[in-house]
Nanobody, 111 residues
């Protein structure tokens, strides 16, 4: 089970930190990812982190977002800085190998 939190309304240029809490003792073994879905658009990959803390990002967030994980706490994070209106979306936590998705958390960037 995956549960996201930390979304909200923020002004352009602001920051938010999303959190994903995962259940299961083998959390540390799995690559994980953040996806997002904006209104009227397909869900898209945002950032991924593997079991060795290797990371990758979609070009549009590279340099602004940072994905991390804390295996002892079974948590994954997405630090989002310099937010733009086009970052507005529902953000989802995902474990690809298990096909698991969280319920999503809304991020709205607006003045």
């Amino acid at each position: 089970q995956l549960v996201e939190s930390g979304g909200g309304l923020v002004q352009p240029g602001g920051s938010l930190r999303l959190s994903c809490a995962a259940s299961g003792k083998t959390f540390r073994l799995y690559p994980m990812a953040w996806y997002r879905q904006a209104p009227g658009k397909q869900r898209e990959f945002v950032a991924g982190i593997d079991s060795n803390d290797g990371t990758n990002y979609v070009d549009s967030v590279n340099g602004r977002f940072t994905i991390s994980r804390h295996n002892a706490q079974n948590r994954m994070y997405l630090q989002m800085n310099s937010l733009k209106p086009e970052d507005t979306a529902v953000y989802y936590c995902h474990i690809p190998v298990l096909g698991s998705w969280g319920q999503g958390t809304q991020v709205t960037v607006s003045s």
